[in-house]
């Protein structure tokens, strides 16, 4: 049994979008400015924070994506491959992100992390900057440009929390300015770019 179903205009990214800059807006201030001062009681809430938004909210977007690309065919763009493996792998990374900091996990470990997930940055850099959508070219670069710099964060250098903190808040800009217009765009047909 074959089933057909029509093409959708409609991917999740807004959610995913919103997720992951919304995340990046909590964990920025903290990381850049110290505010508010690290203990106990803000761990818990920013590894709440990270659990629900950035994970949840990315992994929801990424299965959506890969089910309608591939058990339903509702998805057309090849792109968009790309971006439900990022969403998918993103959101099960914020899921330990946030319970990590939500148990004062020691974040050593995270290195071997960022170098995984600065591949999967690139490679998206490479897939939306050959697609033509510079908007999320542009977002990729900031994520890897994230991983490098929580490298050097996890491995104890100085300016690695400060500059992951700086990549956070202008990346959780960046994903606000791609949330609103791709709600924009999909919802009253404006034209921004995306």
């Known amino acids: 049994m074959d089933l057909n179903f029509a093409a959708s205009s ?3 990214l807004a959610l995913g979008f919103f997720g992951l800059g919304t995340g990046y807006l909590i964990y920025g201030p903290q990381e850049l400015f110290g505010w508010p001062a690290r203990d106990e009681r803000v761990d818990r809430s920013t590894g709440i924070w990270g659990i629900w938004l950035p994970g949840f909210c990315q992994f929801v977007t990424g299965i959506i994506l890969f089910i309608g690309l591939t058990w339903f065919n509702v998805f057309k763009e090849a792109p968009l491959y790309m971006a ?4 998918t792998a993103y959101g099960i990374h914020w899921f330990a992100i946030g319970y990590n900091r939500w148990q004062r996990a020691d974040p050593r470990p ?3 992390m960022t170098v995984a997930f600065t591949v999967i940055s690139v490679t998206g850099l490479l897939v939306f900057f050959i ?3 510079w908007p999320v070219g542009l977002l990729f670069c900031g994520l ?3 991983y490098i710099s929580d490298f050097f964060a996890s491995i104890g250098v100085g300016l690695g929390e400060r500059s992951l903190g ?3 808040l202008l990346t959780g800009a960046w994903l606000m300015y791609l949330t609103f217009a791709t709600a924009m765009n999909f919802a ?3 034209h921004l770019p995306l």
């Open 84 to 87: 439900a493996l990022a969403f």
């Open 110 to 112: 995270n290195a071997g």
């Open 188 to 190: 009253v047909h404006w």
């Open 10 to 12: 409609y991917p999740p």
């Open 144 to 146: 890897a440009l994230i």
């Open 166 to 168: 700086f990549w956070h």
């Open 131 to 133: 697609a033509g959508d």
